[in-house]
């Protein structure tokens, strides 16, 4: 065995752990693509939501402070913390078991805004603040379900 053969084995295996460290990084994250895009869309008609009627007179961010019942409260909280706070987060790093947490929260806020629109349809029972979800309601819901979709889609992408 020569020097030269030395030489280019050590830098075989050199190059053989910076490809393997190239290859781990990329597993640990998810290429968005477009469909980040479509998501911070989605994030920004989620906060358009916020800004909008939900009970009565009081709008998404008031109600997410305590203001119209515990329901719509919890459903404002789920779908700014999963639909807001991860989704920014997962966007910026690109995680991949983030997707998972906007996938899974994503789905757990849009069952909250089902029982917050409930609770606002069926408020006349039991004298509960709201005549009826509002219009900010109603668009945070959808843009909750689209975006977890687009996050369900997106964990399950990888390969």
Not at 114 to 120: G, R, T, V, Y
């Given at each position: 065995?020569?020097?030269?053969d030395?030489?280019?084995?050590?830098?075989?295996?050199?190059?053989?752990?910076?490809?393997?460290?190239?290859?781990?990084?990329?597993?640990?994250?998810?290429?968005?693509?477009?469909?980040?895009?479509?998501?911070?869309?989605?994030?920004?008609?989620?906060?358009?939501?916020?800004?909008?009627?939900w009970v009565?007179?009081?709008?998404?961010?008031?109600?997410?402070?305590?203001?119209?019942?515990?329901?719509?409260?919890?459903?404002?909280?789920?779908?700014?913390?999963?639909?807001?706070?991860?989704?920014?987060?997962?966007?910026?790093?690109?995680?991949?078991?983030?997707?998972?947490?906007?996938?899974?929260?994503?789905?757990?806020?849009?069952?909250?805004?089902?029982?917050?629109?409930?609770?606002?349809?069926?408020?006349?029972?039991?004298?509960?603040?709201?005549?009826?979800?509002?219009?900010?309601?109603?668009?945070?819901?959808?843009?909750?379900?689209?975006l977890?979709?687009?996050?369900?889609?997106?964990?399950?992408?990888?390969?």
């Amino acid at each position: 065995m020569t020097e030269q053969d030395g030489e280019s084995s050590a830098e075989m295996k050199e190059l053989a752990a910076e490809i393997d460290q190239v290859g781990a990084r990329a597993a640990r994250t998810v290429e968005l693509g477009r469909r980040g895009f479509t998501i911070s869309l989605f994030v920004f008609v989620l906060l358009i939501g916020q800004i909008l009627p939900w009970v009565g007179g009081v709008v998404g961010w008031e109600v997410l402070v305590g203001h119209g019942g515990g329901v719509p409260q919890l459903f404002a909280a789920t779908s700014t913390a999963f639909g807001v706070f991860a989704s920014a987060l997962t966007l910026a790093t690109r995680r991949w078991w983030l997707s998972w947490v906007c996938a899974a929260g994503g789905w757990f806020a849009s069952v909250d805004g089902l029982l917050a629109i409930w609770s606002q349809q069926s408020s006349h029972a039991s004298g509960a603040t709201g005549g009826g979800p509002g219009i900010g309601m109603i668009v945070a819901w959808i843009a909750t379900i689209c975006l977890a979709v687009q996050w369900m889609r997106t964990a399950f992408s990888r390969s």
